[in-house]
T-cell receptor, first 114, second 114 residues
């Protein structure tokens, strides 16, 4: 079965650079979530989209923005990168947005900021 | 505000013995509860969830969890542990009162010794 695809899988950037992470949800899934997981930490919710509209916002820095496109894929744009942005970034997708739906996670993008 | 606690950083069990990974939660509405497992350098894999109905939920790989409303707990259990169950386990909660933010616990590392 098709899973959530994230690209790139690994990314190395310098401080103050920008980065764009991409997420392709499971086919027919209309909801996308972004999470940040620091080393040894639990995933922190950043932002979610349902039917191309932002549905909820968590601890996403103002330097970050995201959107969901007409084909339901999503991109997380990160600007003015800081060392503390080094983390594993997960995208998850689900069908619907009622509260009890299962989120299926991608393999993550490991971002290292030097 | 919703929150979830996993009181144990680490759980050690011998192969073949039963295992329990604890989780307690706090929400203002009805809870939607989830368990995920994470293997090294991998994304989170869904194990099971409680939405409504029977308090005992059965999931993947022989895992089950019991929803206890009075104790606000959702402990993960397995009757007979396998070495391959060794991983990081996350409990997560969504507040049915509104919002689609998923809050994860800090995670519990399970070690199963042969």
């Amino acid at each position: 079965a098709a899973g959530v695809i994230q690209s790139p899988r690994h990314l190395i950037k310098e401080k103050r650079e920008t980065a764009t992470l991409k997420c392709y949800p499971i086919p027919r899934h209309d909801t996308v979530y972004w999470y940040q997981q620091g080393p040894g930490q639990d995933p922190q919710f950043l932002i979610s989209f349902y039917e191309k509209m932002q549905s909820d916002k968590g601890s996403i820095p103002d330097r970050f923005s995201a959107q969901q496109f007409s084909d339901y894929h999503s991109e997380l744009n990160m600007s003015s990168l800081e060392l503390g942005d080094s983390a594993l970034y997960f995208c998850a997708s689900s069908l619907g947005l009622a509260g009890g739906e299962t989120q299926y996670f991608g393999p993550g993008t490991r971002l290292l900021v030097l | 505000a919703q929150s979830v606690a996993q009181p144990e950083d680490q759980v050690n069990v011998a192969e073949g013995n039963p295992l329990t990974v604890k989780c307690t939660y706090s929400v203002s509405g009805n809870p939607y509860l989830f368990w995920y497992v994470q293997y090294p350098n991998r994304g989170l894999q869904f194990l099971l969830k409680y939405i409504t109905g029977d308090n005992l939920v059965k999931g993947s790989y022989g895992f089950e969890a019991e929803f206890n409303k009075s104790q606000t707990s959702f402990h993960l259990k397995k009757p007979s542990a396998l070495v391959s169950d060794s991983a990081l386990y996350f409990c997560a909660v969504r507040d049915g009162a509104g919002g689609f933010k998923t809050i994860f616990g800090a995670g519990t590392r399970l070690f199963v010794k042969a």
